[in-house]
């Protein structure tokens, strides 16, 4: 059988999350703990969380998104970090 990419459910996502901030463990040790492939990935999830709420830990919709949403102002809009991805390396504008 082939390896293949881990899905994770949003619950378990946010209780990993929990974990962490509440000082129970580290990510290295909750990695290790669920047999996650790096503790980059708790990392991620931890970062998600705390830019963009618990609701950016939840399943993507697949496929091709709409085109760009634009406002009342008739310009697009931007998360409350100020660009398209928290932590880009590249800066959008705001």
């Known amino acids: 059988m082939m390896p293949g990419k881990r899905v994770f459910p949003f619950e378990f996502k946010l209780e990993v999350v929990r974990r962490v901030v ?20 708790v ?30 102002s008739g310009s697009v809009s931007w998360n409350s970090c100020g660009g398209r991805t928290c932590g880009s390396r590249r800066r959008w504008p705001t």
């Open 22 to 41: 509440d000082g129970e463990a580290t990510a290295v040790e909750l990695a290790r703990e669920h047999g996650m492939s790096s503790p980059k990935l």
């Open 43 to 72: 990392e991620n999830w931890l970062r998600l969380c705390r830019c963009e709420g618990e609701e950016a830990l939840r399943p993507k919709p697949k496929g091709r998104p709409p085109a760009a949403a634009e406002d009342s």
